[in-house]
């Protein structure tokens, strides 16, 4: 069994860190290939910034490592963040440091010249090291250039309620289960009716909620059009255990914009398939219940060898008054320094290391009902982005969603939503 350990000091700072406000000039760094000694400010945009503890307590221990570095987080709402930070970025903000939501967002940003390439930044850094981060440094290149270091990853797996697995005398699900296992465990775990009903699973609205399954053993890729027929036995096994009522139904959960939290934390479905920040969720909201997980099942049967999800890239602003200090502070965040503040609030970042699955492994030593096998899940050989880098990837996020949405709402066959899906793409790589 891995030795436990809670990073008390951690935690404590995480409660008791206050709001930042910037103090220091923004001039430019005399020397351009060497940070400043002398006092900065680097203006960090970002989202919920309000709501996260752990930005102000990772932004706070680099300022005090580097008393002539100021941070100044420039907050956008987070629903509104994609089109506010294109904006701003339109009319050349000097954000120093640019987080961003995702591959299709950062692509986008990307051809739009609005980052830094970070190639000679990781070059010249004797202690920088691609290989803490799982693949996913190379995954975050566009045309030959990397133009990001990821803050946060998510591997997309199956919780499940322990208490309710226990009260049906069912046993827990295991990795490497097929689609028909999966249905088969969640027409075992529906019970009841009305308002008094728990589903065996919840299949949230999302279309990587169908097409992850595939994605993490490589039968599926946005951008190889013809592995999209490979997505149909998926979406005919979603299908069946909709028409089955083992799961909620799309196009109510789309109208009645039903979280999938609340769901699992009400305990009205036993299982619910979902990325790793739902450890954070779990943790923060203290479910008054045990609960577990395991990899995503599959056609194949494949267990938890590869990790599929989303990455929070952390870049440099074209416009940025401090290139170099915007390095030092994207590195310090992404690093093991701010890897540890994530990982004992729960949260997974981009970062990997021992001690980083050390503090993951203590975590049910302050959230009781937390397992005890985290580590297991987070620390994978390879990791998967969902969405590969592209010139078309934000066009094709936009493209899966309204088709998926027509093939769960059953206005198309499988087939014809998929052939959309071929033609659509077909129609943007002609232009």
């Known amino acids: 069994m891995k030795k436990r350990r809670v990073l008390a000091g951690v935690m404590a700072a995480i409660m008791a860190a206050g709001i930042l406000t910037g103090c220091g000039s923004a001039e430019k760094s005399k020397d351009p290939g060497a940070a400043s000694e002398e ?23 680099f300022m005090e ?62 202690s920088f090291s691609k290989d803490n981060y799982q693949g996913l440094i190379d995954q975050l290149g566009l045309e030959g250039k990397t133009y990001a270091v990821p803050f946060r990853k998510d591997n997309n797996m199956v919780f499940y309620n322990k208490d309710l697995f226990d009260a049906a005398g069912v046993a827990y699900p295991e990795d490497g289960m097929t689609m028909k296992d999966y249905h088969e465990l969640a027409a075992k775990m529906t019970s009841g009716t009305g308002n008094e009903k728990v589903y065996g699973a919840h299949v949230h609205t999302w279309p990587s909620n169908v097409n992850q399954f595939a994605r993490r ?14 997505l149909k036995p998926y979406y005919e096994e979603i299908l069946a255990m909709q028409d089955e009522g083992i799961i909620q139904d799309y196009g109510m959960l789309k109208s009645s914009n039903i979280h999938y939290s609340g769901v699992f934390y009400n305990q009205q479905a036993a299982m619910v398939q979902m990325g790793s920040w739902f450890i954070n969720m779990l943790c923060e909201n203290v479910a008054d219940f045990n609960w577990g997980c395991v990899s995503i099942p599959n056609e194949e049967g494949i267990g938890n060898d590869v990790g599929v999800g989303g990455v929070t890239p952390v870049s440099i602003g074209a416009y940025a008054k401090h290139p170099e200090e915007a390095w030092k502070f994207a590195t310090y965040i992404c690093g093991e320094e701010g890897a540890k503040v994530l990982a004992a609030t729960g949260v997974v970042p981009g970062y990997s290391s021992d001690e980083i699955n050390k503090v993951f492994d203590a975590l049910p030593a302050t959230y009781p009902n937390a397992p005890e096998n985290l580590s297991k899940y987070l620390d994978i050989d390879t990791y998967v982005i969902e969405q590969r880098m592209d010139k078309l990837t934000k066009i094709l996020d936009n493209i899966f969603k309204e088709e998926h949405s027509a093939i769960m709402t059953k206005s198309v066959t499988v087939d014809e939503g998929l052939q959309k899906m071929y033609d659509r793409m077909v129609e943007e790589e002609s232009k």
């Open 39 to 61: 006092n900065i400010t680097l203006k960090v945009a970002l989202w919920d910034y309000s709501n996260l503890a752990y930005y102000k307590t990772m932004f706070t221990s």
């Open 217 to 230: 053993i490589d039968t599926f890729d946005y951008l190889d059009k013809e592995s999209f027929k490979n």
């Open 65 to 126: 490592k580097y008393p002539n570095i100021t941070i100044e987080p420039v907050e956008f709402a987070a629903d509104e963040y994609d089109r506010t930070l294109t904006t701003q970025l339109g009319g050349k903000q000097d954000f120093d440091v640019v987080f961003t939501k995702g591959t299709p967002a950062l692509s986008a940003l990307i051809l739009q010249n609005h980052l830094l390439p970070m190639d000679e930044f990781m070059e010249k850094d004797p």
